[in-house]
């Protein structure tokens, strides 16, 4: 059924394998990709479709290697944090409260294995009044560095 190079099969265990709490490897390469297609076709029963039958059309996509998915859908697919995305944009909008929440949605995303891209478009220029304290705003740039 898998016909993975010696390569592969390295990478596989180094990277993408589940571990037990010491560190061993607690599953195969055909195990990983059942767990990946589990945990995909779930989101086809939020919308009534059977998930059997999708399961096993990620599972022989996947295990004819016709279908991988990214690095974080393997590694991440049915564990607790689930995070199956590498990248985010995250807006930041114009309020102390927007530019903070979104460090800490950093924070939560990079941690998860994610990576992290911002708009700051729609913060204020450099020197235009602030409102609600009558002070001068510090742009853009003077949050990029936070």
């Known amino acids: 059924m898998l016909n993975l190079t010696d390569n592969a099969l390295r990478v596989l265990r180094v990277r993408y394998l589940l571990r037990n709490g010491k560190g061993e490897v607690i599953e195969s390469p055909a195990e990983m ?22 399961e096993e059309r990620f599972f022989t996509l996947m295990t004819e290697l016709r279908f991988l998915p990214n690095s974080p859908t393997l590694m ?15 807006p930041v909008d114009d309020s102390m409260k927007s530019i903070f929440d979104t460090l800490k949605n950093t924070a939560l995303i990079l941690q998860s294995g994610g990576g992290t891209g911002f708009s700051f478009s729609r913060l204020r220029p450099r020197s235009d009044i602030v409102r ?14 936070i």
Request: hydrophobic fraction near 45%; proline fraction near 2%; aromatic fraction near 10%.
């Open 76 to 90: 991440n697919a049915g564990k607790e944090i689930g995070q199956l995305a590498a990248c985010f944009v995250l």
């Open 33 to 54: 990709f059942r767990r990946v297609a589990s945990h995909v076709a779930c989101a086809e029963g939020l919308y009534g479709e059977e998930t059997r039958a999708w």
């Open 132 to 145: 609600t304290s009558g002070g001068i705003a510090g742009g853009p740039v003077s949050f990029m560095k």
